[in-house]
């Protein structure tokens, strides 16, 4: 049997009901430790830290919400505009094929945090899906996250230039 080593997953096992993870990186006074992408006054993009694929990216609102419908227009548009800005400069970075964009509400539907609401969006690729999670029931994420933060962060710079 073949076994992976993934030992940041260990601090998430251990410490399943901690503080919010979102609202805890949002004090962070340095923003590359915690990962966030980027930072409007309503909302943010983070990134995955357990993440599906290369990219995993969250979007979320500032604010402390778990329901979409509670969400007010503002919230709405802003957490519509990072969504987009992600995108491009996935699109940018790393050429994926397409994305999951998606969002679990509630615990029943597969939310792992139930009361900060936030999108995913993973970048895919054509056959980025081998044997090994259908097989083994593991994904095998090829590159670390402080190298994929750092390609994401330049590319929305670019975007910033533009």
Known sequence: MERLWAPWRMEYIRNPNKECFLCAALKSKDQEPVFIIEKFELGFTIMNRYPY?????????????????????????????????????????????????????GRIAGAGLVDHLHYHLVPRWLGDTNFMPIISDTKVISEALNRTYKQIKSALDNLNNL
């Open 53 to 105: 694929n290369n990219g995993h990216l969250l979007i979320a609102p500032v604010r402390h919400i778990g329901q979409i419908e509670l969400l007010n227009d503002e919230e709405i548009l802003t957490i519509q505009r990072l969504l987009s800005r992600a995108i491009m400069a996935m699109n940018q970075a790393f050429h994926p094929d397409g994305f999951n964009i998606g969002i679990n509400q």
